[in-house]
């Protein structure tokens, strides 16, 4: 179903410089591996299935640099843009005859995107962009998003990992950062982190490497991390 509004709304321009614009009808699903948006998840982006309601418009004229996930009042953020080098027309992963495009997703941008998400809870979000023919699509649906369950959160991923991976805390309040890396033996490796005032949100280092860079050795690692939110510790693995 195609409605018609003015794209000085949409864009926020003067309006007397808008114009009429089709808006199209347009449905969109998280495939099954993708149901749950966790913002820890060690998948570099997370994908949504687009389709076009009742043949209003090809995808093949979608144009892919406008497309935007959008979520009010749930991060640091309201909309983020798809990775252009993954979007593509997918297979019918629902098997209703009709043909998706597949559009991905940093999962930094994810993260920024529903950061204010604790716990699990369902998430209503819009999926829109333009075509090449000026008219807009806009898809409402719902998203299950694992969001922290406190502060700071923390998670490794890889863990084992081989030879490095991403560890990444996220805050509440701003505030001193400090990360230590242990040995099995208590022994301290390097001070990964060292941020005397630290921004609330989302922040990640690589661990793996001895203070010079030289990968480390294959073993069991912990870590310390103190933030104004409090402390936290793990344990990681790395195996070669």
Not at 10 to 22: E, K, P, Q
Not at 55 to 84: H, K, P
Not at 198 to 210: D, L, S
Request: with cysteine; glycine share 10%.
């Amino acid at each position: 179903m195609a409605l018609t509004v003015s794209d000085g709304t949409l864009a926020g321009v003067d309006s007397t410089m808008a114009r009429i614009v089709a808006v199209l009808e347009a449905r969109a699903f998280a495939a099954p591996e993708n149901r749950t948006v966790r913002l820890f998840a060690s998948r570099p982006s997370a994908c949504i299935q687009l389709e076009p309601v009742g043949g209003d418009f090809a995808l093949a004229d979608v144009n892919l640099a406008t497309v935007r996930l959008r979520s009010a009042g749930t991060g640091v953020i309201d909309e983020i843009a798809a990775l252009s080098g993954k979007l593509g027309i997918a297979r019918d992963r629902d098997r209703n005859g009709v043909p998706e495009l597949s559009a991905c997703f940093a999962s930094e941008d994810v993260r920024e995107l529903f950061q204010s998400v604790t716990g699990r809870v369902q998430v209503d979000v819009t999926l829109d962009g333009v075509l090449e023919s000026g008219a807009r699509f806009v898809a409402a649906f719902s998203l299950e998003a694992q969001g922290v369950g406190g502060y700071p959160a923390v998670a490794v991923a890889p863990n084992p990992l081989n030879p490095s991976a991403k560890i990444s805390v996220v805050t509440s309040r701003p505030g001193r950062m400090v990360l230590w890396l242990f040995d099995a033996q208590g022994r301290l490796v390097r001070v990964v982190l060292n941020e005397p005032m630290a921004a609330p949100g989302v922040h990640e280092a690589h661990i793996g490497e001895g203070p010079g860079g030289a990968p480390l050795p294959s073993g069991i690692y912990f870590y310390r991390i103190e933030t104004a939110d409090g402390a936290a510790t793990g344990r990681v693995a790395i195996l070669k």
